[in-house]
């Protein structure tokens, strides 16, 4: 059976990426903000509960080209958009006149975080590149055979997804507790380990 990989879009183009390597890990975050109220001669400090940030996740993406004389150049192009805001044709040639305040670059992605496609603001996108050509020509220009991408991506709680994917994962959560049970009470009855209680066919892990 073909490996399924990933796929993350730009928004400002449409244009996907397909990943060469899934993240092997996808780190996320939803800080929760307080209020600390002042406690004059008291021991402690009564917290308020004032809102929340947007969720947060990071990951990492490798690709790698041993093949191809401009090596991953193409992929960091890509890449490389996802850095700063894009204005467009008519934006560029605006900016010549004066600074303008664009919002941040989005993509759609869904990997490892969600049941659906999700609206992403980019936030932080770092580019390593190494392994470079060490021909006549690449080596001078210096090549990369490989990039490391790390990307931190905003979640936009906004948008018409977003609501849809609150509703999914509430079903998927009730669901989920459910399931827990089930899998205990099989584990104890067929004496099967817990991860694999014999209650489906199991996904081969690599």
Known sequence: MAAGHGVIINMSNYVPWRFMFNPTKVSGNKRTAWFSAPNIGGAFKKKFFTGFENKEISFELTVIDKESPTGVMPDIAYFEQLQEPDPGILGIAGSFFGNENYPPPQVLFQF?????????DVTDCQIERDLFHSDAVGGIIGIPKRATIQ??????????????NQIARKAS??????????KDLISRSRGTRREAPGLSVPRRLK
């Open 112 to 120: 490892g975080v969600s049941m659906i496609p999700l609206i992403w």
């Open 151 to 164: 990307l931190t991506l905003s979640l936009d709680e906004d948008n018409a997804l977003f609501k849809a």
């Open 173 to 182: 959560a009730v669901a989920g507790g459910l399931r827990s049970f089930q």
